[in-house]
Protein backbone atom coordinates (compact mmCIF):
# COMPACT_ATOMS: atom_id res chain seq x y z
CA UNK A 1 0.00 0.00 0.00
CA UNK A 2 1.41 3.30 -1.24
CA UNK A 3 1.28 6.63 1.51
CA UNK A 4 -0.09 8.66 -1.20
CA UNK A 5 0.26 11.99 1.43
CA UNK A 6 3.60 12.93 1.44
CA UNK A 7 5.39 16.00 3.18
CA UNK A 8 8.51 17.14 4.53
CA UNK A 9 7.06 16.78 8.20
CA UNK A 10 6.20 12.95 7.38
CA UNK A 11 3.39 10.73 7.54
CA UNK A 12 1.67 9.06 10.99
CA UNK A 13 2.28 5.50 11.74
CA UNK A 14 -0.83 5.68 14.00
CA UNK A 15 -2.76 7.12 11.23
CA UNK A 16 -1.61 4.46 9.23
CA UNK A 17 -1.85 1.85 11.30
CA UNK A 18 -5.75 2.87 11.58
CA UNK A 19 -5.72 2.98 7.68
CA UNK A 20 -4.20 -0.77 7.30
CA UNK A 21 -5.66 -2.19 9.88
CA UNK A 22 -8.97 -1.77 7.80
CA UNK A 23 -7.06 -3.63 5.20
CA UNK A 24 -5.80 -6.87 7.52
CA UNK A 25 -8.10 -6.72 9.95
CA UNK A 26 -11.63 -8.70 9.94
CA UNK A 27 -13.05 -9.56 13.61
CA UNK A 28 -10.27 -11.77 14.94
CA UNK A 29 -9.40 -12.45 11.72
CA UNK A 30 -6.01 -10.77 10.21
CA UNK A 31 -4.08 -11.38 6.78
CA UNK A 32 -1.03 -13.52 6.88
CA UNK A 33 1.04 -14.31 3.33
CA UNK A 34 2.59 -17.88 5.47
CA UNK A 35 1.33 -19.50 8.24
CA UNK A 36 4.46 -21.19 9.46
CA UNK A 37 8.34 -20.83 8.16
CA UNK A 38 11.14 -22.51 9.63
CA UNK A 39 13.54 -19.84 10.47
CA UNK A 40 17.04 -19.70 12.14
CA UNK A 41 16.35 -16.69 14.27
CA UNK A 42 17.00 -17.59 18.60
CA UNK A 43 18.60 -20.23 17.51
CA UNK A 44 15.60 -22.27 15.48
CA UNK A 45 12.01 -20.35 15.38
CA UNK A 46 8.81 -21.03 13.59
CA UNK A 47 7.22 -17.78 12.35
CA UNK A 48 4.14 -16.73 10.25
CA UNK A 49 4.67 -13.94 7.83
CA UNK A 50 1.60 -11.44 8.62
CA UNK A 51 0.39 -9.03 6.52
CA UNK A 52 0.24 -4.81 7.26
CA UNK A 53 2.82 -2.07 8.47
CA UNK A 54 2.80 0.94 10.03
CA UNK A 55 5.83 1.56 8.82
CA UNK A 56 7.55 2.08 5.26
CA UNK A 57 10.82 1.22 6.14
CA UNK A 58 13.43 1.91 3.04
CA UNK A 59 15.35 -0.86 3.74
CA UNK A 60 12.68 -3.79 4.65
CA UNK A 61 13.49 -7.37 3.42
CA UNK A 62 9.52 -7.37 3.29
CA UNK A 63 8.00 -6.41 0.04
CA UNK A 64 4.05 -7.44 -0.62
CA UNK A 65 2.92 -7.83 2.68
CA UNK A 66 3.71 -4.24 3.65
CA UNK A 67 3.20 -2.56 0.31
CA UNK A 68 0.22 -4.14 -1.14
CA UNK A 69 -1.74 -5.64 1.64
CA UNK A 70 -5.31 -5.63 -0.24
CA UNK A 71 -3.71 -8.36 -2.81
CA UNK A 72 -1.30 -10.06 -0.46
CA UNK A 73 -2.35 -12.72 1.63
CA UNK A 74 -5.41 -14.55 3.14
CA UNK A 75 -7.58 -13.60 6.68
CA UNK A 76 -6.92 -16.72 9.31
CA UNK A 77 -8.44 -16.96 12.46
CA UNK A 78 -6.44 -17.32 15.92
CA UNK A 79 -6.78 -20.59 15.81
CA UNK A 80 -5.76 -21.54 12.05
CA UNK A 81 -2.28 -19.42 13.06
CA UNK A 82 -1.70 -21.42 16.22
CA UNK A 83 -2.23 -24.53 14.99
CA UNK A 84 0.10 -24.30 12.06
CA UNK A 85 3.03 -23.06 14.00
CA UNK A 86 2.66 -25.59 16.73
CA UNK A 87 2.62 -28.35 14.10
CA UNK A 88 5.75 -27.22 12.33
CA UNK A 89 7.35 -26.40 15.72
CA UNK A 90 6.64 -29.93 16.96
CA UNK A 91 8.56 -30.98 13.81
CA UNK A 92 11.28 -28.93 14.27
CA UNK A 93 11.21 -29.36 18.13
CA UNK A 94 11.11 -25.76 18.34
CA UNK A 95 9.55 -23.97 21.21
CA UNK A 96 9.43 -20.07 19.98
CA UNK A 97 7.11 -19.30 17.55
CA UNK A 98 6.88 -15.91 16.35
CA UNK A 99 5.44 -13.82 13.25
CA UNK A 100 7.37 -11.41 10.90
CA UNK A 101 7.58 -9.55 7.51
CA UNK A 102 5.40 -6.66 8.68
CA UNK A 103 3.88 -5.18 12.25
CA UNK A 104 2.54 -7.61 14.78
CA UNK A 105 0.26 -5.32 16.68
CA UNK A 106 -2.44 -5.09 14.56
CA UNK A 107 -5.46 -6.00 15.32
CA UNK A 108 -5.34 -6.67 19.23
CA UNK A 109 -8.05 -8.66 19.34
CA UNK A 110 -6.49 -11.58 17.17
CA UNK A 111 -3.06 -10.78 18.69
CA UNK A 112 -4.79 -11.63 22.15
CA UNK A 113 -6.65 -14.52 21.48
CA UNK A 114 -3.43 -16.04 19.73
CA UNK A 115 -1.87 -15.21 22.91
CA UNK A 116 -4.65 -16.91 25.15
CA UNK A 117 -3.59 -20.27 23.18
CA UNK A 118 0.22 -19.89 23.24
CA UNK A 119 -0.34 -19.24 27.40
CA UNK A 120 -2.08 -23.10 27.15
CA UNK A 121 1.02 -24.22 25.61
CA UNK A 122 4.36 -24.71 25.92
CA UNK A 123 5.82 -21.69 23.52
CA UNK A 124 7.36 -19.32 23.66
CA UNK A 125 5.64 -16.29 21.39
CA UNK A 126 7.81 -13.33 20.31
CA UNK A 127 6.13 -10.24 19.27
CA UNK A 128 7.95 -8.03 16.70
CA UNK A 129 6.58 -4.60 16.51
CA UNK A 130 8.45 -1.19 15.70
CA UNK A 131 6.90 -0.11 18.91
CA UNK A 132 4.33 2.94 17.68
CA UNK A 133 1.62 1.65 18.77
CA UNK A 134 2.60 0.00 22.21
CA UNK A 135 4.44 3.30 22.76
CA UNK A 136 1.21 5.37 21.69
CA UNK A 137 -0.91 3.68 24.10
CA UNK A 138 0.18 2.86 27.66
CA UNK A 139 -2.98 0.24 28.20
CA UNK A 140 -1.31 -1.53 24.94
CA UNK A 141 1.45 -3.03 27.64
CA UNK A 142 -0.54 -3.47 30.35
CA UNK A 143 -2.78 -5.79 28.44
CA UNK A 144 0.10 -7.21 27.28
CA UNK A 145 1.45 -7.91 30.77
CA UNK A 146 -1.48 -10.90 31.81
CA UNK A 147 0.31 -13.59 28.99
CA UNK A 148 3.34 -15.36 30.37
CA UNK A 149 4.57 -17.27 27.63
CA UNK A 150 5.43 -13.43 25.69
CA UNK A 151 8.59 -11.98 24.75
CA UNK A 152 8.28 -8.34 22.75
CA UNK A 153 10.84 -7.39 20.24
CA UNK A 154 11.31 -4.06 19.66
CA UNK A 155 12.73 -2.58 16.53
CA UNK A 156 13.81 0.78 16.36
CA UNK A 157 15.10 2.12 13.01
CA UNK A 158 17.73 4.41 12.68
CA UNK A 159 19.95 5.46 16.17
CA UNK A 160 18.41 9.03 16.23
CA UNK A 161 15.62 10.96 14.69
CA UNK A 162 17.15 12.27 11.56
CA UNK A 163 18.41 8.66 10.58
CA UNK A 164 14.71 7.25 11.28
CA UNK A 165 12.98 10.18 8.96
CA UNK A 166 15.46 9.01 5.92
CA UNK A 167 14.90 5.81 6.57
CA UNK A 168 11.18 5.51 7.08
CA UNK A 169 10.09 9.15 5.91
CA UNK A 170 8.16 9.07 8.83
CA UNK A 171 7.19 12.21 11.56
CA UNK A 172 10.69 12.68 13.58
CA UNK A 173 7.81 13.12 16.28
CA UNK A 174 6.84 9.39 16.11
CA UNK A 175 10.23 8.18 16.66
CA UNK A 176 9.75 8.49 20.46
CA UNK A 177 7.09 5.71 20.59
CA UNK A 178 9.66 2.61 20.38
CA UNK A 179 11.27 4.59 23.63
CA UNK A 180 7.98 4.81 25.25
CA UNK A 181 7.41 1.52 23.77
CA UNK A 182 10.20 -0.26 26.23
CA UNK A 183 9.45 1.97 29.11
CA UNK A 184 5.47 1.20 29.06
CA UNK A 185 6.51 -2.45 28.93
CA UNK A 186 9.21 -2.91 31.49
CA UNK A 187 7.09 -0.98 33.75
CA UNK A 188 4.34 -3.64 33.13
CA UNK A 189 6.75 -6.37 34.15
CA UNK A 190 6.91 -7.51 30.15
CA UNK A 191 9.58 -9.44 28.81
CA UNK A 192 11.14 -7.13 26.02
CA UNK A 193 14.30 -6.29 24.50
CA UNK A 194 15.55 -3.53 21.97
CA UNK A 195 16.95 -3.86 18.51
CA UNK A 196 18.59 -0.95 17.00
CA UNK A 197 18.90 -0.72 12.82
CA UNK A 198 22.28 0.58 12.75
CA UNK A 199 23.68 -0.09 9.25
CA UNK A 200 22.88 4.16 8.30
CA UNK A 201 24.52 5.00 11.53
CA UNK A 202 27.78 5.89 13.26
CA UNK A 203 29.73 5.59 16.21
CA UNK A 204 28.58 8.70 18.06
CA UNK A 205 25.21 8.21 16.89
CA UNK A 206 25.12 4.10 17.95
CA UNK A 207 26.54 5.43 21.62
CA UNK A 208 23.75 8.08 21.43
CA UNK A 209 20.93 5.62 20.93
CA UNK A 210 22.67 3.76 24.03
CA UNK A 211 22.94 5.84 26.43
CA UNK A 212 18.96 6.96 25.66
CA UNK A 213 18.14 3.13 26.45
CA UNK A 214 20.12 2.96 29.29
CA UNK A 215 18.05 6.21 30.98
CA UNK A 216 15.16 3.77 30.66
CA UNK A 217 16.27 1.10 32.30
CA UNK A 218 20.01 0.39 33.56
CA UNK A 219 19.93 -3.60 32.32
CA UNK A 220 18.63 -3.09 29.00
CA UNK A 221 21.81 -2.77 27.14
CA UNK A 222 22.72 -6.42 27.85
CA UNK A 223 19.63 -7.78 25.76
CA UNK A 224 20.39 -4.40 22.99
CA UNK A 225 20.39 -6.28 19.32
CA UNK A 226 22.24 -3.80 16.77
CA UNK A 227 21.04 -4.80 13.48
CA UNK A 228 22.55 -4.24 9.77
CA UNK A 229 20.77 -4.91 7.05
CA UNK A 230 20.91 -7.80 4.52
CA UNK A 231 21.18 -6.45 1.03
CA UNK A 232 18.27 -8.23 -0.87
CA UNK A 233 17.74 -7.41 -4.58
CA UNK A 234 14.74 -5.41 -3.98
CA UNK A 235 16.58 -3.98 -0.85
CA UNK A 236 19.75 -3.28 -2.70
CA UNK A 237 17.22 -1.69 -5.79
CA UNK A 238 15.01 0.62 -3.27
CA UNK A 239 18.01 1.75 -1.36
CA UNK A 240 19.42 2.82 -4.75
CA UNK A 241 16.20 4.45 -5.31
CA UNK A 242 16.19 6.43 -2.52
CA UNK A 243 20.01 7.20 -2.57
CA UNK A 244 21.16 5.95 0.64
CA UNK A 245 24.45 3.47 1.05
CA UNK A 246 24.59 1.30 4.29
CA UNK A 247 27.77 1.85 6.46
CA UNK A 248 27.64 -1.64 7.62
CA UNK A 249 25.50 -5.24 5.72
CA UNK A 250 25.31 -8.62 7.28
CA UNK A 251 26.53 -11.17 4.89
CA UNK A 252 26.28 -15.02 6.10
CA UNK A 253 25.90 -14.60 9.11
CA UNK A 254 28.82 -11.90 9.88
CA UNK A 255 28.78 -8.02 9.85
CA UNK A 256 30.78 -6.43 7.06
CA UNK A 257 31.61 -2.76 6.59
CA UNK A 258 31.22 -1.29 3.40
Request: aromatic share 8%; net charge positive.
Amino acid sequence: MEIKQKTKKGYDPIALTETTEKIVIQGNRRKYANLARHLRFYGGTISATEVGCNLRCKFCFSDAPVRKPKITGRFYTPGQVFNALSRKADKHNCKLISASAAEGTLGKEHLFELLDLVDQSDYVYILETNGMTIGNDPEFAKELSRFKNLHVRVSIKGANEDEYFMLTSASKESYQLPFKALNNLIKNKVSCNACVMVSFSDQNSIKGVQNRLEQIAPGILKSLELESITMFPKVAKRLKKANLKPNTIQYRGKIITV
